[in-house]
């Protein structure tokens, strides 16, 4: 055999499993809901950004999700439209308004576009992904199902 052909023999066996080590873990479908004061939070955005620094969008896992009227949300890529989250720890960000009505605002509408203005929800410390104080991981495998309890005033 020549050494050529000894050479793509070697390149063929060793090329699946540099590709099987290779790329980013297997997604996990990740559920949540958001209680405040006992009661389940609508129209909140959810969001979540790998707890690390720093923080590359390219390379780093982050997902968003809209709470239903039952607090409830599926957590996706907000580009890709990809179900889940990477196995890691990370930061989640809560925000949720209401208008000067009394009535909750979507998370797709712009606060500075709500007439009259609007007001936090939920304490302003869960707001930003680099104030809050919440954590979750991400275990790899199964899927993931977390109720979130907001405190506080």
């Known amino acids: 055999m ?3 052909r000894l050479l793509v ?5 060793v090329a699946p499993l540099a590709a099987a080590g290779c790329g980013k873990p297997a997604m996990v479908a990740v559920k949540c809901k958001v209680m405040y004061d006992g009661k389940p939070v609508d129209n909140c955005k959810v969001a979540f950004v790998q707890d690390v620094e720093p923080f590359d ?3 780093h896992g982050y997902g968003y999700g ?3 009227a039952n607090g409830e949300c599926e957590i996706a890529h907000p580009m890709t439209g990809e179900k889940g989250l990477y196995p890691g ?4 960000s809560f925000e949720a308004w209401k208008n000067k009505k009394g009535k909750s605002v979507p998370p797709t509408e712009k606060p500075s576009e709500v007439e009259g203005g609007v007001i936090d929800r939920l ?4 707001k930003s992904i680099g104030s809050t104080t919440e954590r979750f991981t991400v275990p790899k495998g199964a899927a993931v199902d977390h109720t979130f309890t ?4």
Do not use: S
């Open 66 to 68: 809209n709470t239903d």
């Open 89 to 92: 720890t990370y930061k989640v």
């Open 57 to 59: 969008a390219k390379v």
């Open 150 to 153: 907001v405190t506080g005033k």
């Open 9 to 13: 023999l070697a390149a063929a066996c």
């Open 123 to 126: 304490p302003p410390i869960y």
């Open 2 to 4: 020549t050494r050529f």
